[in-house]
Nanobody
Framework: QVQHVESGGGLVQAGGSLRLSCAAS????????RGWYRQAPGKQRELVAD???????HYADSVKGRFTISRDNAKKTVYLQMNSLKPEDTAVYYC?????????WGQGTQVTVSS
């Protein structure tokens, strides 16, 4: 079963940066699309960035130009570099397979951006 452990969140001022990491388990990491999702209070979980096994990336319009997703297949780890953070980026961030078929979620990592 695929599992994910997210880390790297924290409290940062608007305009600041954070780098999130996601360690994955399972034997299919190298051949699957992985993504970063986020859920803000009172809102539905949304996909903000994804990356294919070959490195092709996609971003939600709200983070394009500010966030960069990357992966290290040897380490089974996915990263999310977040720059120019805004208060509206405040959320719990999760990583998981893309598309989402009901796989279990990890505990996530909280990102809070103060204005």
């Amino acid at each position: 079963q695929v599992q994910h452990v997210e880390s790297g969140g924290g409290l940062v001022q608007a305009g600041g940066s954070l780098r999130l990491s996601c360690a994955a388990s399972g034997s299919v990491f190298g051949i699957t699309v992985r993504g970063w999702y986020r859920q803000a209070p009172g809102k539905q979980r949304e996909l903000v960035a994804d990356i294919s096994s070959g490195g092709t990336t996609h971003y939600a319009d709200s983070v394009k130009g500010r966030f960069t997703i990357s992966r290290d297949n040897a380490k089974k780890t996915v990263y999310l570099q977040m720059n120019s953070l805004k208060p509206e980026d405040t959320a719990v961030y999760y990583c998981n397979l893309v598309p989402y078929y009901g796989q279990p979620w990890g505990q996530g990592t909280q990102v809070t951006v103060s204005s």
